[in-house]
């Protein structure tokens, strides 16, 4: 800020970070009317985050709508500022600077990385078709990717002296917290396992359609958990060597084997008598 106020820039300053405030508030408003906890918005030097916590209960729809509602804001910024340019409120040349900047900061927000809107998306429509820990591991090293990609793009300028030292911040900020995330998979996936209950009742209650799952009586529990998906309630069927099915059991038995007997490594077939 002091470099910006000494180089004549401190206007367009605030206006960036006024427009990354809107942007987190936009995600803020629609998390909030989910009935998602709000902790804290921090201002960074290269862009916001609104940190939240849904408690692990929310859809993949939920989450995508909180994502898409902060590149929403700079969409109706950068029209307003338009409208204000063709009407001759705004002088032209101000008018395109707050439109490039709404554009830069809604279009890399929608990157498909981690944590970034387009990464979330990503993560709430891949959840929809493959179970949840899959997607998180698939999540994680998919943004991990790009996230170094990007950093090869900000360094692609080295010999002729023209590095984009902002970009290869960003991108190495994402590249640490996409290795970190994928380090952690495990911990958000027993999260999400943690609270599963509501989703259950909330799926039940709604009368959802059960999404089987078929395994063989051999398979551990937390092998049979980690099939599970987000926005499905699961009914465990269990075949014996020859094919046949010996038991179904509901997915609330396979989380009190995991969690209250304590045997994630134990086979379903030793934990529950099957018929």
Same mark, same amino acid.
């Given at each position: 800020?002091?470099?910006?106020?000494?180089?004549?820039?401190?206007?367009?300053?605030?206006?960036?970070?006024?427009?990354?405030?809107?942007?987190?508030?936009?995600?803020?408003?629609?998390?909030?009317?989910?009935?998602?906890?709000?902790?804290?918005?921090?201002?960074?030097?290269?862009?916001?985050?609104?940190?939240?916590?849904?408690?692990?209960?929310?859809?993949?729809?939920?989450?995508?709508?909180?994502?898409?509602? #902060?590149?929403?804001?700079?969409?109706?910024?950068?029209?307003?500022?338009?409208?204000?340019?063709?009407?001759?409120?705004?002088?032209?040349?101000?008018?395109?600077?707050?439109?490039?900047?709404?554009?830069?900061?809604?279009?890399?927000?929608?990157?498909?990385?981690?944590?970034?809107?387009?990464?979330?998306?990503?993560?709430?429509?891949?959840?929809?078709?493959?179970?949840?820990?899959?997607?998180?591991?698939?999540?994680?090293? *998919?943004?991990?990717?790009?996230?170094?990609?990007?950093?090869?793009?900000?360094?692609?300028?080295? %010999?002729? #002296? #023209?590095?984009?030292?902002?970009?290869?911040?960003?991108?190495?900020?994402?590249?640490?917290?996409?290795?970190?995330?994928?380090?952690?998979?495990?911990?958000?996936?027993?999260?999400?396992?943690?609270?599963?209950?509501? *989703?259950?009742?909330?799926?039940?209650?709604?009368?959802?359609?059960?999404?089987?799952?078929?395994?063989?009586?051999?398979?551990?529990?937390?092998?049979?958990? %980690?099939?599970?998906?987000?926005?499905?309630?699961?009914? *465990?069927?269990?075949?014996?060597?020859?094919?046949?099915?010996?038991? *179904?059991?509901?997915?609330?038995?396979?989380?009190?084997?995991?969690?209250?007997?304590?045997?994630?490594?134990?086979?379903?077939?030793?934990?529950?008598?099957?018929?």
């Amino acid at each position: 800020m002091l470099l910006a106020v000494a180089t004549g820039y401190f206007a367009e300053l605030l206006t960036l970070f006024a427009i990354v405030l809107i942007h987190e508030l936009g995600h803020v408003v629609c998390a909030k009317s989910f009935g998602w906890n709000v902790i804290r918005i921090e201002l960074l030097p290269f862009g916001g985050v609104a940190e939240t916590d849904d408690r692990g209960r929310s859809s993949s729809f939920q989450e995508a709508a909180v994502a898409l509602a #902060g590149p929403l804001q700079n969409a109706w910024m950068a029209l307003f500022a338009v409208i204000m340019g063709k009407l001759g409120l705004w002088d032209s040349q101000w008018c395109g600077y707050f439109i490039k900047a709404n554009a830069m900061i809604g279009l890399f927000n929608l990157l498909p990385i981690l944590p970034l809107d387009g990464g979330k998306v990503m993560q709430a429509l891949i959840g929809r078709w493959l179970p949840y820990y899959r997607t998180l591991v698939l999540c994680a090293l *998919v943004s991990l990717l790009l996230s170094l990609l990007l950093a090869a793009a900000a360094l692609s300028g080295v %010999r002729s #002296g #023209g590095v984009q030292l902002n970009l290869l911040a960003i991108a190495l900020f994402l590249a640490y917290s996409n290795w970190f995330g994928y380090r952690h998979v495990s911990f958000r996936f027993v999260r999400f396992l943690m609270n599963r209950e509501p *989703v259950m009742e909330r799926l039940i209650d709604r009368g959802t359609l059960a999404q089987p799952i078929v395994i063989y009586r051999y398979r551990t529990i937390a092998e049979i958990v %980690r099939l599970f998906m987000r926005d499905k309630y699961h009914l *465990v069927y269990i075949l014996n060597d020859r094919g046949r099915i010996e038991a *179904v059991l509901p997915e609330h038995k396979l989380l009190y084997a995991y969690f209250q007997l304590n045997r994630p490594g134990s086979a379903v077939s030793d934990v529950f008598v099957l018929e």
